[in-house]
């Protein structure tokens, strides 16, 4: 089993800053890749950024290239998701999740991860 825990949601006006920051533990062995998706009210979890455990590659969603960027601190079994220069439809709460799957196009599914923490709101002023 593996735990995850995020923290670092909040409250930010347009264009402002925050990171996401999501620890693991338990059996961290069996991870191949861990991501971040999030749901807004009455829509779908949707695909935000997945990064491979080892080796560092990413995915990220057209919606967030640019503005997003996942890293991991694989000493720390923490990953981070730095979102900067936020939008009102970036709202959402934000869930961090681990898969054991392989590393691919399958990793942006969020029926692929294994784990997922409880979730951290982010609230984006206009």
Do not use: H
Request: hydrophobic share 35%; aromatic share 12%.
């Amino acid at each position: 089993q593996v735990q995850l825990v995020e923290s670092g949601g909040g409250l930010v006006q347009a264009g402002g800053s925050l990171r996401l920051s999501c620890a693991a533990s338990g059996s961290i062995f069996s991870i191949n890749a861990m991501g971040w998706f999030r749901q807004a009210p009455g829509k779908e979890r949707e695909f935000v950024a997945a990064i491979r455990w080892s080796g560092g590659s990413t995915y990220y969603a057209d919606s967030v290239k640019g503005r997003f960027t996942i890293s991991k601190d694989n000493a720390k079994n923490t990953v981070y998701l730095q979102m900067n220069s936020l939008k009102p439809e970036d709202t959402a709460v934000y869930y961090c999740a681990a898969t054991r799957g392989s590393w691919g196009p399958m990793s942006v599914d969020p029926d692929e991860y294994d784990y997922w923490g409880q979730g951290t709101q982010v609230t984006v002023s206009s």
